[in-house]
Each structure stands twice: as C-alpha cells, then as structure tokens.
C-alpha cells in the first residue's frame, strides 16, 4: 500500500489544503482531458463518431472505441492516483469518467455539462479524503 505521506495533499486538513487538493486534481483533468487525450481518443473513444482508420487505412474493428475510452479514462484514474495516492479514488474516478464521457457521445449531456460532472467528481474526491471515507 502506498504511504499517505508520499502524498502530502491527500488528507485535506482545512479549507485551504481542500481547495489545494481541488486545484490538483482540477489541473490533473485539464492535462488528461486536453493535450493527452489527442484526435485519435478524443474521436475513437465516441461510438458514434467517424471510424477512426488504423495502419494502411484500414478502419478500426468494432467495439474499438470501448478500449480507447478505457485508455482515457486510466490516464485519468493515473492522475486521480498521482494527486491523492488513493487506489480507490483512482478506480471510482475510471469508472465515473468513463460513465460520464459515455453520458457525452451518447448526447445526454453537453461538453459543457460533461466538464462540470468531472469537476463535481473531483469535489466529491476531496469531500470523501476530508472525511478519511477512504
């Protein structure tokens, strides 16, 4: 098991290391989301989008978006982990990424919308390492 203090900022101990632990995780979604996450998953990971081609032009298999969701969804699992040192919060955070970018391709929410449910899991994240739920 890890050791909590590798991790200096995941037991928030007042408001301030909260909102610190926040903005952590808030800048680990932005790098995971953005410049990691690339063309390639941002459209293959949408079951509905475009086929994406592979080597020679040929077009991905069936059901390929699914394990490209996943590998964008453990980036950010990856992050989660970095942030707070937390397995648990790390596996909640693939499962609920994965639901939530789901929720958008499907058009259920917006990209507006979709942004907010993550940032909302991420306050959720600092609520449960406040409260040592985990």
């Known amino acids: 098991m890890l050791e909590a203090h590798l991790f200096p900022l995941a037991v928030p101990t007042g408001i301030a290391s909260a909102l610190t632990l926040l903005f952590a995780f808030v800048i680990g979604h932005a ?13 293959g990971k949408n079951r509905h989008g475009t086929p994406i081609l592979l080597a ?5 298999p069936a059901g390929t978006w699914a ?8 980036i950010h699992a990856g992050f989660a982990w970095l942030v ?40 959720l994240y600092v609520i449960v390492l406040w409260y040592d739920w985990v």
């Open 31 to 43: 790098f995971a989301d953005f410049p990691l996450q690339g063309d390639f998953l941002s459209r």
């Open 84 to 123: 707070c040192g937390s397995a648990i919060i790390a596996l909640a955070e693939f499962i609920l990424h994965w639901l939530i970018d789901v929720a958008k391709c499907e058009r259920w929410t917006s990209f507006a919308g979709d942004q907010w449910l993550h940032v909302g899991t991420k306050a």
């Open 67 to 74: 394990y490209l969701m996943s590998a964008h969804c453990l």
């Open 56 to 60: 020679e032009g040929h077009p991905a």
